[in-house]
């Protein structure tokens, strides 16, 4: 049997990065750490590496970094290893091997205080129960993680009064969670951990219980929170529309691994692999890509001519624009025509026809 060694992934995480993570396995069962130390047993598919050795390799050599106030989203079907791999973050779960660093700190070399600082203060998590005290009010639950902290009350309470407008709950401070539905609840626990100010946000598939129309309405409260604060957050979902609506960047999970690390245009407009390619394959492409995978360079006349469009657009903009004026759209940018867009570049990637890139025009 070959016992070599693992070989480290050797990048230099950005800048910006706030969590950074390279060659991370969680294996559970016995002897787990010879799974990534053994080449051999690394490359066994997860029946077979059950067979031989009685271990599950839950996330198997996993790298990546998330960037200061990015929401990076991490997605996969049920098993693929994505609420085991947030855990291992701040270490609620103990990884079996490879490295995880916050702002450059060695999470794995954490001792216990610093463990409990990283939880209590840098890294808060809002899991899909909410875990919300039945004895205690609205607002002593949005309090609590402060009271852990160990801020006077009168300062608490004050905080938690804030977010509690923040997230749409005034009004019903003093009410019990029984007296609340479950979407209320979830805006409970949303403000109990943003009340602490984390540097980030762990959300472990917090809407799935929800009824669809509250999910969407907690996906709004999302995107509006982070629009106006830019905080970091790390979202766990198994649906593709709330990925696809929240990330700016997607991990794609499946069997432990991560597939393809994208954005949601490079996801649905470039599948890594047949798997990514069948998972998007009922994705409204229109609403999902930019006008640069429709564009074309301008010809004479046409920079001038047409609605002007910024190059973030979505092609379904770009199609209402087109649609409305009858006139090709000009892809503009700080002034200069980048390029256009017609008819056939747009039906083009409505029916995922493979379209020429475009190429600024000089």
């Known amino acids: 049997m070959n016992t070599a060694p693992h070989t480290p992934t050797e990048l230099r995480p950005p800048a910006d990065s706030v969590f950074s993570v390279r060659d991370l396995w969680k294996v559970f069962g016995p002897k787990a750490d010879r799974v990534p ?36 989203v991490v997605m996969g079907l049920s098993g693929s290893g994505k609420s085991t791999l947030v855990r291992c973050l701040t270490r609620l779960i103990e990884p079996t091997s490879g490295t995880i660093s916050i702002d450059g700190e060695d999470v794995l070399s954490m001792d216990t205080g ?26 002593d639950n949005i309090a609590y993680g402060l009271e852990i902290q160990g801020v006077g009350r009168a300062e608490r309470r004050e905080r938690a009064t ?10 019903m401070e003093h009410r019990r969670p029984s007296q609340l539905s479950g979407g209320q609840q979830q805006r409970v626990g949303l403000a109990r951990a943003l009340a602490v100010d984390p540097e980030v946000l762990l959300f472990d598939e917090p809407f799935s219980a929800l009824d669809p129309l509250i999910r969407r309405d907690m996906q ?44 949601p245009e490079e996801i649905v407009g470039a599948p890594a692999d047949d798997y990514v390619r069948d998972f998007v394959r009922d994705v409204p492409r229109e609403q999902v890509l930019t006008v640069r995978s429709a564009m074309r360079p301008a010809l004479a006349g046409e920079r001038d001519a047409g609605p002007a469009l910024d190059p973030g657009a979505t092609v379904h903009e770009a199609i ?8 090709n759209a000009r892809v503009v940018e700080g002034g200069r025509c980048l390029g256009v867009v017609d008819h056939a570049g747009l039906l083009g990637v409505v029916a995922g026809v493979p379209v020429a890139p475009g190429k600024a025009v000089a």
């Open 37 to 72: 130390a053994d080449k051999e047993l690394a490359s066994l598919g997860a029946a077979e590496l059950r067979e031989r050795t009685g271990c599950t390799a839950a996330v198997r050599d996993v790298s990546f970094d998330v960037r200061k106030g990015e929401v990076f």
């Open 114 to 139: 610093r463990l409990r600082e990283l939880r209590r203060h840098r890294a808060a998590m809002v899991f899909q129960h909410f875990g919300l005290l039945p004895h205690r009010t609205v607002l």
């Open 162 to 171: 804030e977010f509690v407008s923040k997230v749409g709950l005034d009004g």
């Open 220 to 263: 709004e409260e999302v995107v509006r929170l982070h629009r106006e604060e830019g905080r970091t957050m790390v979202f766990i979902t198994h649906d593709l529309s709330e990925a696809l609506k929240l990330g700016d960047r997607i991990a794609l999970m499946q069997g432990g691994r991560i597939v393809q690390l994208g954005t």
């Open 320 to 327: 209402e624009a087109v649609a409305r004026t009858g006139e």
